[in-house]
């Protein structure tokens, strides 16, 4: 697994808003939808593309296209949700898949509910959107479940990681082609499994407590 600490101003300026207690919703969702965008970016590096022939209004030259099959977007349901429009928007033809999963905020293992997606993924580049990397368990479940189904490579996006899902993550995926773009590596997990600084529960702080 490779890890990628994207390194930006923008990135940098736009996650200390996200991170202030004082950020309403709104401009929560505002805000990860422009950082999930500069992520996006960084993420779609090795986006497979062919070459192809074009013809502008005054030569015929050589372009560049995306290959098929087009990738395939998964946000994790709920707080991933929050991460799709600013993912598609660099990627509009890519197709989209579901995942919902929730953690067992005792156990903090993870554990699917819903699944829409399709079943063979063979040759597939996949991107997983999920705003925080904290034990590893849902990222880890989730990729899984990609690869098994025949993705080639999964490229996580995050927002935040803490070294423990990090090094989870590392154990769990070893070997296998997955990167992971984050806009930070935070400090750590506390006791109650949230990152620290980290910003608080991104579910919560994305759509209310609701
Ligand atoms: N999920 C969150 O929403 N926040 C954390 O800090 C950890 C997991």
Known sequence: MRLHVVDHPLVAHKLSTLRDERTDSPTFRRLTDELVTLLA?????????????ITTPVAVTLGTRLSYPRPLVVPILRAGLGMLDGMTRLLPTAEVGFLGMVRNEETLEASTYATRMPDDLSGRQVYVLDPMLATGGTLVAAIKMLIERGATDVTAVVLLAAPEGVEVMQRELAGLPVTVVTAALDERLNENGYIVPGLGDAGDRLYGTA
Do not use: N
């Open 41 to 53: 970016y960084e993420a779609t590096r090795d986006v497979r593309t062919d070459e192809v022939e």
